[in-house]
C-alpha cells in the first residue's frame, strides 16, 4: 500500500512552504481563494509520492499523510 497527502484547502494560508519544500514538485501555486482569502495551492496526487515533507513543513496543518 502506498502513501499520498490529502489537503484541507480551507486551512491553507499560502505560505507556500510546502510548494518549494516537495522533492517532486507535486504542489504548485494555486489562484482559488479559500474563504477566509488566502490562495489555496494545488496537490496533483498522482504526483505525490507520500513522503510527508509537505505535513511537516506546513504550519497550519494543512496536510494528512494516508494509506491508499
Do not use: F
Not at 505560505?15 to 489562484?31: D, E, F, L, N, T
Request: with cysteine; glycine share 8%.
Amino acid at each position: 500500500m502506498s502513501k499520498k497527502a490529502i489537503m484541507n484547502g480551507e486551512w491553507c494560508k499560502s505560505c507556500q512552504y510546502c510548494v518549494k519544500a516537495c522533492p517532486q514538485s507535486a504542489i504548485s501555486r494555486g489562484s482559488a481563494l479559500n474563504k477566509a482569502g488566502y490562495e489555496v495551492v494545488v496537490l496533483d496526487s498522482e504526483a505525490c509520492v507520500g513522503c510527508g515533507i509537505c505535513y511537516t513543513v506546513c504550519p497550519d496543518y494543512v496536510y494528512t499523510i494516508a494509506e491508499e
